[in-house]
Nanobody
């Protein structure tokens, strides 16, 4: 069992930056691949970024490639999402998720554990 708690969301002007954190409970964090998803009001939950359990492989949605960076610190049981050059279209609730994934990091059904989410609002 893994419990996930996101933090770091907030209100930021377009062009600004935020860093989201997701702290995981338990001693098995390093066994899990981790992902970030986001969901805007009235829309589906969409893939943002993912990182393999070792941190050696990262994956991004095209819409955030070059602006967002996912990383993890297995010693701290934490995964991060550094978001730069934020745009109003990035406004959403951001969720981290954990799973054991070989392929399909962008598929939310592959993830077994989810956090409660943190709100990111980008104003123009």
């Amino acid at each position: 069992q893994v419990q996930l708690v996101e933090s770091g969301g907030g209100l930021v002007l377009a062009g600004g930056s935020l860093r989201l954190s997701c702290a995981a409970s338990g001693r098995t964090f390093s066994r899990y691949d981790m992902g970030w998803f986001r969901q805007a009001p009235g829309k589906e939950r969409n893939f943002v970024a993912a990182i393999s359990r070792s941190g050696g492989n990262t994956y991004y949605a095209d819409s955030v490639k070059g602006r967002f960076t996912i990383s993890r610190d297995n010693a701290k049981n934490t995964v991060y999402l550094q978001m730069n050059r934020l745009e109003p279209e990035d406004t959403a609730a951001y969720y981290c998720a954990a799973g054991l994934i070989d392929i399909g990091y962008g598929n939310l059904r592959k993830y077994n554990y989810w956090g409660q989410g943190t709100q990111v609002t980008v104003s123009s």
